[in-house]
């Protein structure tokens, strides 16, 4: 059984979900972007359910590809 860790990665503008394999190899990612809101210039905003709603739709994403089976994940690190 391989053992892998699931990476959620937060950025400014996306949410990345990866899986790293036991010896740090990247085996798959992907990125979703929200929406960005600037309500005066110099600044930049984001609504929580966006962001939310990124990171499980990447986990279902990373999940479909069938790089792993979700038994097989045994760490979650999120940045």
Known sequence: MGRFVLAIDQGTTGSTVA????RGVLRGSVNLEFPQIYPQPGWVEHRPEDIWRSVG????????????KPSEIF?????
């Open 57 to 68: 739709t990447g986990i279902s994403e990373i999940l479909s590809k069938k790089i792993c």
């Open 75 to 79: 760490a979650i690190g999120n940045t």
């Open 19 to 22: 899986l790293i394999d036991s």
